[in-house]
């Protein structure tokens, strides 16, 4: 499998460090170069010129690499705005990795 993004958490970050994945949350901060979101914990997300996360309060979801320092490098970002259900959000990140072989390789 081949461009495999899974979908984690704050608490999965670890796992992935230097690896693509997808995150969602609700952004907290948006300051300079980078915004904070509220994912199951704190994450703080590198954006470049074209991001899309203006607002906070609205939920954005977040396709990046996992730095070292478990931050991320956003390569697309999507703004849901804010009336999103943030519990089937997590349900979804929990089934990915209940059932990993559905959704990507473990390495």
Known sequence: MTDQT???NASYLAN????AVRIAG????????SATIDAQGTVVIHLDA???IQEVGNV???IGKVNNDQSIKAFVTTDFGPNV???A??????ATHTYRELFYDPK
């Open 6 to 8: 899974p979908r984690v």
């Open 16 to 19: 992935f460090s230097g690896q």
């Open 26 to 33: 609700k952004v907290t901060q948006i300051q300079g170069g």
């Open 50 to 52: 074209d991001a899309n």
């Open 60 to 62: 954005v979801e977040v």
């Open 85 to 87: 259900e943030l519990s």
């Open 89 to 94: 959000i997590e349900a979804v990140v929990q």
